[in-house]
């Protein structure tokens, strides 16, 4: 730390992201990533002439971006933002948003708690259930913007689209932000209630089910008050936030409906077969509707079992804090690399 540092932020730590090496021949099983290249559309659309127009700004409203958003969700233009990331686009809505302070869980996406103090807004963790679940109970009679990621990372569980409601309903004046950057593989996504509600905002990625983690893009959708607020944010902060070749490679993305269909089911696939052979072996698996699962491993400890992962070139992860400290958190790869992870564990567990 320099001596020049803002006095604010000397104790603040900073959100830790899973290790990316540089070895290229490790499994990697430790960031939610897709094991699929993006779709051949995305290929062919991100060309020369694309590089060539770098020289210019990108376009500020993400033409072409958004209708093809706007097409595929049957939501209103004015109902969609872009982002660099769906990190960027929670932050602007705890930023904008955030102003009475925020509840979310304590086991959750360990980014929330860390803009809540880099903005400098009171929060409150609120214990999940004993089984991992989020009881919507928890959110009611609360004057604080609520934050919940659904399915929730780092356990996949999600919650209906009914528990949303109540929550919603519970929180008339505040804003109800739902991460859904795990939707795709399984869980209820809140998008149906936005034209209802004028408290709910949902943000999604590209880099989970999209193939896209790379090229940073994220999107929120909201009733358009609420879009504009998240605006007022973006053109306070960076507003040329998506970069050119990421809007053209999103927008190809979003009109390939098939490639996203194909590599959505062989991810599930991979998850259902991963799910019933560590059961096999004894692990604890929670109920996954991401593209990873979180499970506890029988014989050894969770710790121990990610490290023998390690030395078997098999990356996973492994979250340092209360209640979760028993469990690994396992990305979903192809059918092969979870065959490869089956046989490691096997031989790790003398199974
Ligand atoms: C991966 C992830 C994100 C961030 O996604 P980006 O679009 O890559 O910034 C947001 N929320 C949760 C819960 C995630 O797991």
């Known amino acids: 730390m320099s001596r020049f540092l803002n006095e604010r932020l000397a104790a603040f730590s900073a959100y830790v992201p899973g290790e990316q090496p540089k070895n290229a021949s490790l499994i990697k099983l430790n960031t939610n990533e897709s ?12 060309n020369k002439l694309q590089v060539e127009r770098l020289r210019l700004y990108s376009d500020l ?13 049957d939501v209103g233009k ?24 925020a509840r ?3 086991i959750t996406y360990g980014f929330y708690p860390v803009w809540a103090e880099l903005i400098g807004i009171p929060f409150e963790a609120k214990p999940l259930r004993d089984d991992f679940s989020v009881d919507p109970e928890d ?22 689209r009914a528990g949303i409601e109540q929550i919603l309903q519970a929180n008339p004046d505040r804003v109800v932000l ?20 004028e408290n709910l905002l949902v943000a999604r990625t590209f880099s989970k089910s999209r193939q896209m983690a790379g090229a940073r893009l994220g999107f929120a959708v909201g009733q358009p008050a609420l879009i504009q607020d998240l605006d007022k944010m973006r053109f306070a902060i960076n507003p040329y936030n998506v970069n050119s070749l990421t809007q053209i490679a999103g927008a190809a993305s979003v009109r390939d409906p098939e490639y996203f269909r194909w590599t959505r089911d062989r991810v599930i696939n991979a998850r ?29 400890g969770a710790r121990d079992y990610v490290q023998a992962l390690r030395a078997r070139n098999i990356l996973v992860r492994w979250f340092d804090k ?30």
């Open 104 to 106: 979310f869980p304590d």
């Open 35 to 46: 094991p699929f290249p993006p779709s051949p559309m995305v290929m062919e659309a991100v």
């Open 78 to 101: 004015d109902m969609l933002i872009t982002g660099n990331g769906s990190d960027e686009i929670l932050y602007f809505a705890m930023l904008a948003f955030g102003g009475s302070g």
């Open 61 to 73: 409203s993400a033409t072409d971006l958004i209708q093809a958003l706007s097409e595929d969700l």
């Open 322 to 351: 209360d209640r979760i400290r028993d469990y690994a958190r396992i990305s979903i790869g192809s059918m092969e690399q979870m065959r490869a992870l089956i046989d490691a564990t096997a031989e790790i567990v003398g199974g």
């Open 178 to 197: 739902i991460d859904e950057a795990y939707v795709d593989f399984g869980g209820e996504s809140a998008l149906p209630l936005v034209d209802k509600y």
């Open 139 to 160: 959110y009611a009679g609360n004057d604080r913007m609520v934050v919940l990621a659904n399915p929730n990372a780092p356990t996949g569980i999600a919650m209906p």
């Open 272 to 300: 259902d077969y991963t799910s019933a052979e560590l059961t096999k072996l004894g692990f604890v698996v929670l109920p996954s509707c991401a593209n990873f699962v979180f499970a506890k491993p029988c014989n050894i």
